[in-house]
């Protein structure tokens, strides 16, 4: 059964092709993608190994205020071959999503590719089916600026009681497992302890507490009330491969990173008048200190709506 946000979005993409169909030319794949998963792991390998060098507090700097950059956009990439948006096969966009996937450290390419099509499709569903959706259970527990810092960067590995969750096991998500542990031993035996950790530290900053990591909050922030899905326009889209266009993701999960821009310069009329986050950065700040914020903010769940507050 689908919910009123995913109503929202069909409804508005019938509109939107009602009034310009030449949308349908966007629709499709961008070869351009892999070459730029390759690129990324490749520089995330690079910063890895060139961290096991450094001091301790050196390395970790490094992993924040640099390495999280192109973790976060190999994540993006991961999305990207999740909805098949790389190239025509399905079997190919497994495997560049895997490539992407190897040097976070963390195996995830598989199980999200399966998981994010039910968040697609039950978005803003409160029982579990909406694997992006925080638990009534952490919603109870989670309250202080510690408690909410803390739930937003491991949540994802506690908070897993959503049935949508569970992904069967395959061969894909046994190559997944496989390379990201053979990735990981390697960097131990060849890179050292400093190395490894500058990949797990790298990889939970970019999805957690960092400018990109704060995107995860905007995306279904609990803003405008009749809205369920909010953009970002801001200059850190062109780190993170236009994430930031999320409403029109959601309107078009079929087109390409690099053609949401050209939808909403066809469309203005369509997502101009919507509400939009300014600063990832801002709200990542406001989300921790802020008690307005809650964790049940989230496509209307519950708390107050926040356009007046949000950055």
């Not at 019938?14 to 030319?25: K, N, S």
């Not at 949540?155 to 046994?174: C, I, K, Q, T």
């Not at 899905?229 to 994430?243: A, E, I, M, P």
């Amino acid at each position: 059964m689908s919910t009123d946000a995913f109503e929202w979005h069909a409804a508005r993409r019938r509109a939107i092709l009602r009034a310009h169909p030449e949308v349908r030319d966007l629709y499709g794949h961008d070869r351009s993608t892999a070459a730029w998963i390759f690129a990324l792991a490749a520089l995330q390998v690079a910063l890895t190994f060139y961290a096991g060098r450094l001091s301790w507090p050196a390395a970790m700097l490094l992993a924040y205020a640099v390495g999280a950059f192109p973790a976060h956009a190999l994540g993006v990439l991961v999305h990207e071959a999740g909805h098949n948006l790389v190239v025509r096969s399905s079997t190919a966009n497994k495997l560049l999503a895997i490539v992407a996937n190897v040097p976070l450290g963390a195996p995830a390419a598989i199980e999200f590719r399966a998981q994010h099509a039910l968040h697609h499709r039950y978005l803003g569903d409160a029982d579990g089916k909406d694997t992006q959706a925080p638990t009534r259970h952490e919603a109870r527990i989670v309250h202080s600026a510690l408690a909410k810092l803390a739930s937003f960067t491991f949540g994802r590995f506690y908070f897993r009681s959503r049935p949508a969750n569970h992904v069967e096991l395959d061969r894909f998500m046994a190559i997944n497992w496989a390379a990201c542990i053979g990735y990981g031993v390697a960097v131990l035996a060849f890179g050292g302890s400093k190395a490894f950790a500058f990949g797990l530290v790298a990889g939970l900053a970019a999805f957690g507490p960092h400018p990109t990591g704060a995107r995860r909050l905007s995306e279904h922030l609990t803003a405008r009330r009749g809205q369920p899905t909010n953009s970002y326009y801001g200059l850190l889209n062109r780190l993170t491969f236009d994430v930031g266009h999320h409403v029109e993701h959601h309107d078009f999960p079929n087109i390409p990173w690099r053609r949401l821009r050209a939808l909403k310069r066809i469309a203005p009329e369509f997502y101009e008048p919507l509400y939009a986050v300014r600063s990832w950065t801002a709200l990542m700040t406001s989300y921790v200190i802020d008690p307005r914020y809650k964790v049940d903010q989230y496509i209307g769940l519950g708390g107050e709506w926040l356009e007046t507050l949000a950055p």
